[in-house]
């Protein structure tokens, strides 16, 4: 089973981009399930029915959340009724949406989970004995397991990888907007980014205009960020699962959306 896995989409230009490069990577990389994360996916900041069904129009089967699911109210009967579309599972469990969900794959019970770092970010619970009770929920339910991991520092990132090595077939870090270097199948066969990217415009601040982001950072003033434009790039992975629910490999993907969908 091939997974395609891309990171946070901002704004208008991440929703364009994502739609125009996938014709071209489902060419490449022949993927079986196409997992997106949506939560900056309305003006940069969270994700409204409007552009969930944008993001499931361009080719996701599934979108993962974060920090900002919660930014646009009109969104949370969505949450509660879209199947496809999961918030992290360490969010108050009261809260719009589920954490978790399962799709069919090549033939494959795919669990996608949703879950959050819990340092620099709100979270009801930790997100080590969360997952291990989301797994235990999932026991006989799911042939393999795909988590997002949306989270600040690097450390928990890489040391959720290790928690879950051999019990899921990947650990896809996002949040931060930025690829790291570090894609591996670690020695449990658990697939492992600390974060995939985003999917947004190189020419700003991890997806918003760099003028803005330099105001904010010379004034301490609050600034109302709008998404930058130009380069758009899609970031991602494309993960090779076996029939075990192990992985056999993971590739990174950088790719500007203009050239991939020419
Ligand atoms: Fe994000
Ligand atoms: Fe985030």
Redesign the pocket.
């Given at each position: 089973m091939r997974l395609l896995f891309i990171?946070?989409v901002?704004g208008k230009p991440g929703r364009r981009g994502l739609a125009a490069a996938m014709p071209a990577l489902r060419e490449r990389h022949l993927p079986d399930l196409v997992v997106v994360?949506g939560?900056?996916s309305a003006g940069g900041v969270g994700v409204t029915a409007e552009t969930a069904v944008e993001i499931f129009e361009a080719g996701a089967d599934v979108i993962t959340l974060?920090?900002?699911t919660y930014r646009h109210r009109e969104v949370y009967p969505y949450l509660d009724s879209e199947q496809r579309i999961v918030r992290p599972a360490n969010h108050p469990s009261q809260n719009p949406g589920r954490g978790h969900t399962v799709v069919d794959a090549a033939g494959m019970r795919v669990a996608v989970v949703s879950l959050s770092g819990s340092l620099y970010l709100q979270v009801e619970r930790l997100p080590f004995p969360v997952i291990d009770e989301v797994l235990e929920t999932l026991d006989g339910r799911a042939d393999a397991v795909i988590v997002d991991f949306?989270a600040e520092l690097t450390s928990e990132k890489v040391v959720m990888g290790w928690h879950l090595d051999g019990r899921v077939a990947a650990v896809l870090g996002?949040?931060?907007?930025v690829p790291t270097a570090d894609a591996r199948v670690l020695p449990g066969g658990t697939a492992h980014i600390t974060d995939v990217g985003?999917t947004g415009s190189r020419d700003g601040v991890?997806?918003v205009r760099w003028e803005q982001a330099l105001q904010s950072f010379r004034t301490q003033i609050p600034v109302r960020f709008e998404p930058a434009e130009g380069n758009v790039w899609v970031m991602g992975a494309v993960v090779e699962i076996g029939d075990d629910g192990l992985s056999r490999s993971i590739e990174q993907v950088l790719v500007p959306a203009d050239e991939s969908s020419g």
């Open positions: 990171g946070d901002v994360n939560e900056n974060g920090n900002h949306h996002t949040h931060t907007h985003m991890i997806g």
